[in-house]
């Protein structure tokens, strides 16, 4: 057995035992091989159903923001991201979770991936994380590259396929807001349909709307029912704060949202002739 | 082409107040482009404008100068989002001319004009924006 899971099933044994959570959030098998599922876990000894393996994709961060309950939560690299955007926004106390940080299971990995183990742990689970790639931001500029007649022909076809399930916005740990735009009425932003033109809206307003904020777990990828390629959008804002902030979500906890502050000498690039003239 | 509908979120203080000079200056611009009225440019949400393309050909924002906020930093805090939004626009094909940001002074009813000018012009050389896609009225 490996080692990782039997030493998450013994702390997360010890915390429900010892009374220093009511719940652990984790992964168990679920109906299909590799395909593990979140679950909660509020008694001992169900703790050895939990798994920790390729399957456990899952960004967990997501449950704890509505979870009312003392929670031990079991992360990889991006959901500890994830809680670190989620303490920095106010939407977490740092004393009501525990947080068994662990070596992300994907041996393979997400592409760009660069931060597979933890940022923020109470107990670091010993391990090696399956490799890093670097992260160049190689799809989003071979993107930039094609002439944009092509590129927006490819970003209406992808968005005409949306069915607008919201999948990927209930998936994604930096998509809490009570009230989201989609839903409001007065004014009613976007039609309930899914004509082209409310598509296009919504997916270009999520990704300004988590830019700065989105850790590039690619929850909202894997949620998506239709294959909608999601995350090109997002890592263009990645790329986009990173390049003109030098800001990176998630990695520190003091950091300041990009998109709360400013600076005096921001660039201006929108501005005709990048704001020389 | 059809002439071309433009919308200009302008600030209250400063753009509008610009717009307002060069009406009673009597300059000529295009009249091509509808103006809505903001408190600030911090106020524009890049959901206004993405609605505003959704019945217009051109989205012309404009603030105060940075450091002229009336709100103090209302325009550097839209700066960011600005800088955001135009290199998404770009980045899924929407032409660069199509959605223009400015900075336009109370004083400067000359430079409103102007913009207008700019902007109508712009938008004209364009191909016929297809409003995401969507009907074509208007």
Redo the contacts between chains.
Sequence with gaps: MDKIILEIRDKAQELLETGQVEVVIGFTAGTLPGKSTPCFITRGEDCELLVWDEGCKNNLANYLVKEKRKAAIIVKGCDSRSLVNLLTENQLSRDRVVILGAPCPLTEGCEGCQIKSPVIYDYLVSGKAGKTGEDDFHDVKTFARLSPQERKEYFYKEVSKCIRCYACRNACPACYCRECFVENNLPQWVGKSTQLADNLIFHLTRALHVAGRCVDCGACQRACPMGVDLRILNRKMLLEVKELYQFEAGLKEEQELPLNTYDPGDPEPFLAGGGEA | MKEPKIVAFLCNWCSYAGADLAGVSRLQYPPNVRIVRVPCSGRVD??FI??AL?HADGVLTAGCH??DCHYT?GN??A?????????????????KERV????ISAAEGNRFAARIK?VTEDVKGLEPWE????RQNG
């Design positions: 890049p959901l993405l609605t959704k940075p450091g930093s550097l805090v700066r960011r989002k600005f800088a955001l939004l135009k290199s998404l626009l770009d980045f899924v094909g929407v032409e223009q940001f400015d900075w700019d409003r995401w896609g969507g």
